[in-house]
């Protein structure tokens, strides 16, 4: 009886959203390039509203809270990872215990989205910072691709994702 009920209201005050048919739609260049217009609008906009990190991310951080144990988290990562993958969780906090990176956040995403940077300077820092400027971009560049998908309208999506 429930369900009978339910599927009622549901016809009853059913929400049709607008769809975009392909054949409406004018003629796009293929590839990623037709979004890099959205993108380079994305990339300014993150460095403005970081502004300055971007000047000096080799050296600063943007609060003395997280983004200092983030750093230290991911270069503890990239050390664990070139000299003892398998105690990487063994890291050198809170001695004599065992297993400590696991009692926090072990960032081994950032690690490997960061990795040929870390690898390259060896600055948890850089690293870090360059992490979080590429969250910025890659969530507002995701917001642009899924609203122009829903809708078809690049303003729409660049709006969404700033």
């Known amino acids: ?59 600063t951080f943007i609060s003395w809270g997280d983004p200092v144990f983030q750093s230290w988290t991911i270069a503890w990562d990239w050390h664990a990872l070139r000299t003892d993958p398998l105690g990487i969780f063994d890291s050198n906090v809170f001695y004599p215990w065992g297993n400590t990176l696991a009692y926090s956040d072990h960032l081994f995403g950032q690690t490997l989205t960061v990795l040929p940077v870390i690898a390259l300077t060896e600055n948890g820092i850089l690293a870090d ?27 729409a999506g660049v709006l969404a994702g700033v």
């Open 1 to 59: 009886m429930l369900s009978t009920r339910h599927s009622a209201l549901s016809t009853q005050h059913s929400v049709h959203f607008p769809t975009v048919n392909e054949q409406d739609r004018p003629p796009q260049p293929d590839g990623i390039g037709r979004h890099l217009p959205a993108l380079a609008i994305f990339v300014v906009v993150t460095l403005l509203l970081t502004w300055p990190l971007a000047s000096r991310m080799d050296d």
């Open 129 to 155: 910072n360059l992490a979080t400027l590429l969250a910025f971009l890659f969530s507002a560049f995701a917001m642009y691709l899924l609203v122009y998908d829903l809708t078809g309208n690049r303003v």
